[in-house]
Antibody, heavy 121, light 106 residues
Framework: EVQLVESGGGLVQPGGSLRLSCAASGFTFSDHYMDWVRQAPGKGLEWVGR??????????EYAASVKGRFTISRDDSKNSLYLQMNSLKTEDTAVYYCARETGTTGIFDYWGQGTLVTVSS | DIQMTQSPSSLSASVGDRVTITCQASQDISNYLNWYQQKPGKAPKLLIYDASNLETGVPSRFSGSGSGTDFTFTISSLQPEDIATYYCQQYDNWYTFGQGTKLEIK
């Protein structure tokens, strides 16, 4: 059974940093592109960024709203995905989901349960 | 950036009704369009991929159609468990979601 479990959310002050983790199981993690998607309270879904797989050099892409502040990484030996968030703003407050792409396609076929990040003073 | 416009933003229907949601892309995205269902407090769930393909295990009352810029998502006979918010998502040029359609039972 495919499982994605996020952790690391919490309350952080504006300008602060936080690192989210996503533990994957039930599939060959190293084969897949992996993404972060967020949802502000009461709002819609916003793609944050993704990491390609080893075959595609682990390259990363980001939404304009987070580029230069957020960094996505992965450790295939630990079946884990990470999101390092720096220079946090109040508008980064959201539930952050990790999501698996079907292969390398842009189709999100499995999602974690999400972890809440609150940026507030 | 490709903008995705869903309509309506909310919808109230009765059990057994046929429900239709539309999604319009700001430019041609071929069939690179997915539909997701999100129930309150839960993660989104993939229902339809590549505009018209039903994800494994999803009931056949759900369907999708369209290509280019105009897409349609249909529930042929609304069930109580279908109460949720539905999102379209394009993946022709990066990834963009529609603003969502909140579906309620009348």
């Amino acid at each position: 059974e495919v499982q994605l479990v996020e952790s690391g959310g919490g309350l952080v002050q504006p300008g602060g940093s936080l690192r989210l983790s996503c533990a994957a199981s039930g599939f060959t993690f190293s084969d897949h592109y992996m993404d972060w998607v967020r949802q502000a309270p009461g709002k819609g879904l916003e793609w944050v960024g993704r990491t390609r797989n080893k075959a595609n050099s682990y390259t990363t892409e980001y939404a304009a709203s987070v580029k230069g502040r957020f960094t996505i990484s992965r450790d295939d030996s630990k079946n884990s995905l990470y999101l390092q968030m720096n220079s946090l703003k109040t508008e980064d407050t959201a539930v952050y989901y990790c999501a698996r792409e079907t292969g390398t396609t842009g189709i999100f076929d499995y999602w974690g349960q999400g972890t809440l990040v609150t940026v507030s003073s | 950036d490709i903008q995705m416009t869903q309509s309506p933003s909310s919808l109230s229907a009765s059990v057994g009704d046929r429900v239709t949601i539309t999604c319009q892309a700001s430019q041609d995205i071929s069939n690179y369009l997915n539909w997701y269902q999100q129930k309150p407090g839960k993660a989104p769930k993939l229902l339809i991929y590549d505009a018209s393909n039903l994800e494994t295990g999803v009931p056949s009352r759900f369907s999708g159609s369209g290509s280019g810029t105009d897409f349609t998502f249909t529930i042929s006979s609304l069930q109580p468990e279908d109460i949720a918010t539905y999102y379209c998502q394009q993946y022709d040029n990066w990834y963009t979601f529609g603003q969502g359609t909140k579906l309620e039972i009348k």
